[in-house]
């Protein structure tokens, strides 16, 4: 059972280089949602999905974009990395839109470090 | 807006000793609540939740009951063991899907 794929585990950028992380699922999950985690900050949103072709901002957009063609597929860009993107990013999905009460299935990571 | 506020870490217990990380939040309408657990080098991972007000979520020991007039969700675990040391991430949940996340808890158990 996959559940949620990140791909890479690891990455060193140089600033102004771009990237793309990937995220995939195989549960045929509606939401997915990308956040970055910061020591002392916990998670942050960055951007979501509720569906192919749709997608919206989180707490901190700024930086990075997001498509959605499929409903497997979450990729995250970043046009031009800056140090201040080095963090710990978590792809994530649940399996619907609008309830509550749904938990959030969390892929391993992806550790980035822009020098 | 939304916020959870967790109590800071980090916290360091014996073994067999008892476990409370505080966490309260700030929320319009009626969110669920859950405790999400991180192991070294992994993804978070659902601990336990709750989805309305009385409620309590229980799981490896661990509960946490969410308390709409005091606005909290703490957790709890009578004795707690190496292997639960981990970082614990309260956090609540909205329409759409969204989370909202405390800074974590650092816990570790010493034998």
């Known amino acids: 059972n996959a559940g949620v794929t990140q791909t890479p585990k690891f990455q060193v950028l140089k600033t102004g280089q771009s990237m793309t992380l990937q995220c995939a699922q195989d549960?045929?999950?509606?939401?997915m949602s990308w956040y970055r985690q910061d020591p002392g900050m916990g998670l942050r949103l960055i951007h979501y999905?509720?569906?192919?072709?749709?997608?919206d901002q989180g707490e901190v957009p700024n930086g990075y974009n997001v498509s959605r063609s499929t409903t497997e597929d979450f990729p995250l860009r970043l046009l031009s990395a800056a140090p201040s993107q080095t963090s710990v990013y978590f792809c994530?999905?649940?399996?619907?839109?609008?309830?509550?009460?749904?938990?959030?299935?969390f892929g391993s990571g992806t550790q980035l470090s822009v020098l | 807006g939304d916020s959870v506020t967790q109590m800071e870490g980090p916290v360091t217990l014996s073994e067999e000793a008892f476990l409370t990380i505080n966490c309260t939040y700030t929320?319009?309408?009626?969110?669920?609540l859950f405790w999400y657990v991180q192991y070294p080098g992994e993804g978070l991972q659902l601990l336990l939740k709750?989805?309305?007000?009385?409620d309590k979520g229980s799981n490896k020991g661990f509960e946490a009951t969410y308390r709409k007039e005091t606005t909290s969700f703490h957790l709890e675990k009578g004795s707690v063991q190496v292997s639960d040391s981990a970082v614990y991430f309260c956090?609540?949940?909205?329409?759409?899907?969204?989370?909202?996340f405390g800074d974590g808890t650092t816990l570790t158990v010493k034998p």
């Open positions: 994530a999905s649940s399996p619907g839109t609008l309830a509550t009460n749904e938990k959030l299935f």
């Open positions: 956090a609540l949940g909205t329409n759409a899907g969204k989370s909202t």
């Open positions: 549960m045929n999950h509606e939401y």
């Open positions: 999905s509720v569906g192919a072709g749709i997608t």
């Open positions: 929320a319009t309408g009626y969110p669920s």
């Open positions: 709750a989805t309305k007000a009385d």
